[in-house]
């Protein structure tokens, strides 16, 4: 049973450029978290999708978006990429239920030059 | 909007000491949860609390949940070599899943 599988594991953009982070769930989860955690802070939350749709987001500005799909995978956009966007971003699925578990990918190291 | 502050940063302790990390909720929680990132790597669930006063153990590791659900702490007795990294807690501030993750303590272990 794979766990969260995240593409690519390392990525470098100019700024200004638009980069996608791909991410697969569990198998059998169907809500997927993304998380930008900068070097030496905790996870920040990003936003959160169920059935295809954001359900919740934190405190990051529109160029963040993000996409569903049925199969519950998921992306993540960041256009005008500023260099405070490098960063670890971390996909985590879990099922929908507000007492269970999150299970982290093991990221996407973005660096923006 | 809802903050969470762990204490200390930074610990560095001798292999077989005891170890333990708090944590401060400005807002009460449903429920806190407790992960450990390793250098390098993810967050990794370590356990879930719900119940105001909760205790759980595994093996060397004790988490308590407070009584108001605002706070919550990790004690890691004996630690050893394997128990390095860093260890978040996570609060859920209601029945919504948006896991708010507190600053993080780092754990060095040296013998």
């Known amino acids: 049973d794979a766990g969260v599988t995240q593409s690519p594991t390392h990525l470098i953009k100019t700024r200004g450029q638009q980069v996608t982070l791909r991410c697969s769930p569990k198998?059998?989860?169907?809500?997927v978290s993304w998380y930008q955690q900068a070097l030496g802070q905790g996870p920040q939350f990003i936003f959160q999708?169920?059935?295809?749709?954001?359900?919740q987001r934190g405190n990051f500005p529109d160029r963040f978006s993000g996409h569903q799909f049925p199969n519950y995978s998921s992306e993540l956009n960041v256009n005008a990429l500023l260099l405070g966007d490098s960063a670890l971003y971390l996909c985590?699925?879990?099922?929908?239920?507000?007492?269970?578990?999150?299970?982290f990918g093991q990221g996407t190291r973005l660096t923006v030059v | 909007g809802q903050q969470v502050m762990q204490i200390p940063q930074y610990q560095h302790v001798q292999e077989g000491e005891d170890f333990t990390t708090y944590c401060n909720s400005s807002?009460?929680?449903?429920?806190i949860q407790w992960y450990k990132q390793r250098p390098g790597g993810h967050p990794v669930f370590l356990i879930q609390?719900?119940?105001?006063?909760e205790v759980k153990k595994q093996k060397r590791l004790t988490f308590q949940f407070g009584e108001a659900k605002k706070n919550s702490s990790l004690h890691i007795t004996a630690t050893q070599t394997t128990d390095v990294g860093t260890y978040f807690c996570?609060?859920?501030?209601?029945?919504?899943?948006?896991?708010?993750f507190g600053t993080g303590t780092r754990l060095q272990v040296t013998l």
């Open positions: 999708y169920y059935e295809e749709e954001e359900r």
């Open positions: 609390l719900v119940k105001s006063g």
């Open positions: 198998s059998g989860h169907d809500t």
């Open positions: 807002t009460t929680l449903s429920n």
């Open positions: 996570a609060g859920l501030p209601g029945t919504a899943s948006k896991l708010t």
């Open positions: 985590a699925s879990s099922f929908d239920r507000w007492d269970t578990e999150a299970f």
